[in-house]
């Protein structure tokens, strides 16, 4: 099983960046998909998830109105749409696959990270 996460960078805060993570040897429409980060020094906290039928989705509430994730079964594609950035949101996220929600602990599987940056 391969998570390959994409789409990070260098952002000014008040910006904008989509994060994708494409999937691999997995039955991806049967997982629930979700991210998390890692800020340095902190422990990987939960970001936010959507069901395999992608009706539900989840957020922690220091996100919650900024991100939006969604999902593409046919491409085997999550995404992270994350808007008003802060530099707070300074992490390495990665994408996870499992079967418990609303916060997927644990995941069975997890991408490799995706580094942000937001300057102030």
């Known amino acids: 099983v391969q998570l390959q996460a994409s789409g990070g960078g260098l952002v000014q805060a008040g910006g904008s960046l989509r994060l994708s993570c494409a999937a691999s040897?997995?039955?991806?429409?049967?997982?629930?998909m979700g991210w998390f980060r890692q800020a340095p020094g902190e422990e990987r906290e939960f970001v936010a998830a959507?069901?395999?039928?992608?009706?539900?989705?989840y957020y922690a509430d220091s996100v919650k109105g900024r991100f939006t994730i969604s999902r593409d079964n046919p491409k085997k594609t999550v995404y992270l749409q994350v808007n008003s950035l802060k530099p707070e949101d300074t992490a390495v996220y990665y994408c996870?696959?499992?079967?418990?929600?609303?916060?997927?602990?644990?995941?069975?599987?997890w991408g490799q990270g995706t580094l942000v940056t937001v300057s102030s």
């Open positions: 996870a696959a499992g079967f418990s929600l609303p916060t997927m602990s644990p995941p069975v599987y």
């Open positions: 959507i069901s395999w039928r992608p009706s539900s989705t």
């Open positions: 040897g997995l039955t991806f429409s049967s997982y629930n």
